[in-house]
């Protein structure tokens, strides 16, 4: 099969053919109708400090995707060959206390699939059948295809109640693009989102934003007077940018609340002033809730939240790179590459 991957310790990727794998124990075959290129798959494109001290090359990259059934393993109930599904990117122990809680998404024993095993930037995956999630017939495979980033967005948006609230998001990325949605769907009031690229805040304002913020041209803190509040009730950082973290908990009101998502670099200063005095609740948010941020976001397309705005790019697999310059120059929404051959080369 033809697949995508990480084949030395430098930057880049190649197309290679390698062994269709085979489904062992409670695992099923997939063959891949569409995968999506994640930020973190930039990082392994890229080859930076963070790629090179978690990745192991050879590895197969890529852990968005979507597709079908075609190999049933020993122990697997309750899935069909031929059945369209997207999996959760995170293979937990099963066994942690975590785990046994039913709070899995915090195992701390959690693999990633293109990260820590072979993922999907392949014809064909092998995933435990536990992490499968099934897409309704009404949603295209190309939305299902990043449905693990949206739930990043769901799991972050979702955290606080946004009902009426003042919502601030620091980072128009596709997660903070698609966290300013989830705020305008389920009834926030004000939706302010910064960063640095017009295209994307473009983006943003098309899929909710109320107000987007270049923050080259503009002062964050200026927009509080404008709004005519004291500080927005929940914050979203999704940047990973040090000096965007101190503007939102600069901007906050008083007893607000804040989950943090972009990853912020070792070291990074946190004016702890800003949290203490003013009583706000902080939340690390990693990943999904297993699986109940699936069932909402599933639940959120079905009734109408406007994903397919958050997709800006459909290529052909052997255009993969092209996707990743893209992603790299900040010049798309979601690229999602197809294995079908249904999308033709432009």
């Keep these: 099969m033809r697949a995508v991957v990480k084949a030395s310790a430098a930057p880049g990727l190649e197309m290679r053919e390698v062994p269709i794998p085979a489904p062992g124990a409670n695992e099923v075959l997939l063959k891949l109708e569409k995968t999506a290129i994640c930020g973190t798959d930039l990082h392994i494109y890229q080859w930076d400090e963070w790629a090179q001290r978690t990745i192991k090359p050879p590895l197969i990259i890529g852990h968005e995707f979507v597709g079908r059934i075609v190999g049933i393993g020993e122990g697997v109930r309750g899935y069909s060959e031929g059945q369209r599904v997207s999996a959760e990117g995170h293979v937990v122990c099963g066994v942690c206390r975590n785990c046994r809680a039913g709070k899995p998404h915090l195992c701390p024993h959690t693999e990633g699939i293109g990260v820590n095993r072979d993922g999907g930037f392949a014809e064909y995956v092998v995933v435990p059948a536990s992490n499968l999630w099934p897409i309704p017939d009404e949603i295209p495979s190309e939305l299902a295809a990043f449905f693990d980033p949206f739930g990043n967005a769901a799991h972050c948006a979702l955290q606080f109640d946004l009902v009426g609230e003042d919502v601030l998001i620091t980072g128009a990325g596709p997660i903070g ?28 304002r098309n899929m909710g934003a109320t107000r987007t913020i270049n923050v080259t041209r503009e002062n964050l803190r200026d927009i509080l007077g404008e709004l005519d509040i004291d500080g927005f009730d929940v914050g979203m950082e999704m940047s990973g940018n040090p000096q965007a973290f101190g503007d939102l908990l600069h901007c906050m009101y008083h007893g607000g609340r804040v989950a943090l998502l972009g990853l912020l670099p070792k070291g990074a200063g946190v004016d702890w002033d800003q949290v203490i005095f003013k009583g706000l609740q902080v939340h690390g948010i990693y990943g999904r809730r297993m699986y109940e941020t699936w069932y909402k976001m599933t639940q959120m397309v079905l009734t109408g939240f406007p994903l397919r705005k958050a997709l800006t790019h459909q290529l052909p697999i052997e255009q993969f790179e092209t996707g990743f310059e893209l992603m790299a120059a900040g010049e798309c929404g979601k690229v999602v590459c197809d294995w079908t051959g249904e999308v033709q080369a432009a």
């Design 177 to 204: 693009i698609m966290a300013a949605g989830i705020a305008r769907h389920v009834g926030a009031r004000h939706i302010v989102i910064s960063d640095v690229n017009d295209h994307r805040l473009e983006l943003a």
